[in-house]
């Protein structure tokens, strides 16, 4: 069974700073993992989507890569904003398009 | 990427009585999907939602309790019945396009809770 575990559970730094969001799982047979942006209350925003095959993903501010064999993602935010403050989900899908969801990381960014 | 909206965004009700919600999508989509987010807690998959036939359920979810409806590829229901506080939560579509990316976008969703 597919287990997905985010490192921190929740993370605070000041304005500007560039940070590093981790997301493991324990089946490395994915066929792709997601990171997404969830602000409270609402719903599922998707940064990011980087297939079994791809090392990485660019966004804007925004980088994600993929070690499949280590079962490691991370999210790399470069010169954080307030805007940036939500909790970041990291979610794969293993097979019947099911995607299986870490807890996620809520994120602050100080002023 | 599409719109997709879900009615109602919130609502409160009486344990014992039954909620229909509702995912609209702008656009033909292959796959639609349920999720359940409980109070501090990340989402489950409840069921996939297949056009024209029964839903696909996860472990743990039966149609009794969730019954879902697609009658089309840009519509479909999830009712929550015979609702206990335990059902608070919110409740999520999600869609898929079918493209080959296996990307998945999400509704706003609805929070539900059960007094």
């Known amino acids: 069974k597919q287990e997905v575990t985010q490192i921190p559970a929740a993370l605070s730094v000041p304005e500007g700073e560039n940070l590093v969001l981790n997301c493991s799982f324990t089946d490395s047979a994915i066929y792709n993992l997601q990171w997404f942006r969830q602000d409270p209350g609402k719903g599922l925003t998707s940064l990011l989507l980087?297939?079994?095959?791809?090392r990485e993903q660019t966004s804007g501010r925004l980088n994600a890569s993929l070690d499949k064999s280590s079962g490691r993602s991370t999210l790399y935010i470069a010169a954080s904003q307030p805007g940036d403050s939500a909790t970041y989900l990291c979610a794969v899908m293993s097979g019947a398009q099911k995607l299986v969801f870490g807890q996620g990381t809520r994120l602050t960014i100080n002023p | 990427s599409a719109v997709i909206s879900q009615k109602p965004s919130r609502d409160i009700c009486q344990r014992g009585t039954s909620l229909t919600i509702q995912c609209q999508v702008d656009s033909q989509v292959t796959m639609m999907f349920w999720y359940r987010q409980q109070p501090g807690q990340s989402l489950t998959l409840i069921a996939t939602a297949n056009q024209g036939s029964e839903a696909t359920y996860e472990s743990g979810f039966v149609i009794d309790k969730f019954p879902i409806s697609r009658p089309n590829l840009t519509f479909s229901t999830l009712t929550v019945s015979n609702m206990s506080p335990e059902d608070s939560s919110i409740y999520l579509c999600?869609?898929?396009f079918g493209s080959g990316s296996s990307e998945q976008y999400f509704g706003p969703g609805t929070r539900l809770t059960v007094t």
């Open positions: 999600s869609v898929e």
């Open positions: 980087i297939q079994s095959s791809q």
